[in-house]
């Protein structure tokens, strides 16, 4: 049912680089196994990860200029109406929920997830991240209970300035929508256009297949399912964990929670080890209430960076932008073998 199709095209040219003998250089086109849409392996080995001077944004000044810092946080932030959110913002261990005084949606709040201002991966606590998706969640709760609640939930995540986020204090999105957003609308679709077809949940079956095969496998935490995607999402890859049994908000648990953070941790080690260090993430969840099992809930890592870090010029062009076509400089198989050597391994917390 599950079918991994790709296709390889040539390039012939004369490399000045080789004193202008002939080469041929391959770009494959790979269409993504649910939603049919294509993605380009190309440039490899032409991009590698940008690291930024973290030292250089963790100053007094930078602190006095941010609003999510401990001295700004409550004089210059907003509250909830005591309607939607008696106590104003909502707090769990360093975190602190609060509107986004730029929304997105009807419901767009911000998880503010540490005191800190500048917190890079290796300080990204076991603690730090519970808290702060613990607190999307119960905010999320909170929005569902009410007679008019969106059916779509969304936590994203941009980490770091390449991945678009406009501040370096770590700052989670948290979205009750009814409006999808394109990508999310499409996967939703396609899982219940699979599911009518077959009978059976794509993404228990890309698990199953994944595990299989073995090329995208990374491995398992807990009960999330560690792969590297077929058509990647990002030019420096894109990871994933899905969850096969977890649907909905109310279905993630504390012990899916914990599997989900230790995942999420031993990730990062390898992104530490690699030189990444700026991702946007994505938590989807199947809309409550729906009584069909077509959907599983599924987190996606995308790596981000500058190209280089004179200009600063964007890991984005006009094949992302115009075309709406992602393309990869390394391969998901080569990926998700240095990730295996990481994923069985628990980093300290």
């Not at 500048?118 to 209970?145: C, Q, S, W, Y």
């Not at 914990?258 to 080690?269: P, T």
């Not at 073998?337 to 628990?346: D, Q």
């Amino acid at each position: 049912m599950l079918e991994f199709r790709k296709k390889v095209v040539s390039t012939s040219l004369l490399d000045p680089r080789e004193d202008f003998r002939h080469k041929t250089i391959e770009t494959e086109i790979r269409y993504d196994p649910l939603t049919g849409e294509t993605g380009r392996l190309a440039h490899f080995g032409m991009i590698k990860p940008q690291k930024e001077d973290f030292s250089a944004w963790d100053t007094p000044e930078s602190h006095s200029l941010c609003p999510f810092c401990p001295e700004n946080i409550e004089k210059v932030t907003p509250k909830y109406p005591s309607d939607l959110l008696p106590e104003g913002r909502l707090r769990k261990g360093q975190t602190t929920i609060l509107p986004n005084i730029s929304p997105y949606d009807q419901f767009s709040a911000l998880a503010v997830m540490s005191t800190a201002h500048v917190v890079p991966l290796e300080k990204m606590t076991t603690a730090l991240l519970k808290n702060a998706f613990g607190a999307g969640l119960e905010f999320l709760h909170r929005i569902f209970d009410l007679e008019s609640a969106p059916p779509y939930q969304l936590i994203i995540w941009n980490y770091m300035p390449p991945s678009g986020g406009g501040l370096v204090h770590p700052h989670l999105q948290i979205i009750s929508s009814s409006f999808q957003g394109n990508l999310f609308r499409k996967t939703l679709s396609k899982s219940k256009d699979y599911y009518r077809q077959f009978g059976q949940n794509f993404w228990q079956d890309l698990c199953a297949t994944e595990k299989k095969q073995g090329e995208r496998f990374a491995g398992r935490v807990g009960t999330g399912y560690w792969l590297t995607p077929f058509v990647p999402l990002g030019v420096l890859g894109e990871f994933m964990v899905v969850f096969p049994e977890i649907r909905t908000v109310f279905d993630l648990d504390d012990k899916t929670l914990d599997d989900l953070v230790e995942g999420m941790k031993r990730l990062f080690a390898y992104f530490q080890s690699v030189g990444i260090a700026s991702y946007n993430m994505g938590l989807f969840f199947a809309p409550a209430g729906e009584a069909e099992n077509y959907f599983s809930l599924h987190a996606r890592f995308i790596p981000r960076t500058f190209l280089n870090l004179e200009q600063k010029p964007p890991d984005t062009n006009a094949l992302q932008v115009v075309l709406h076509e992602p393309f990869t400089v390394i391969r998901p198989e080569t990926q998700c073998a240095e990730l295996k050597n990481f994923i069985g391994v628990s980093p300290k917390a």
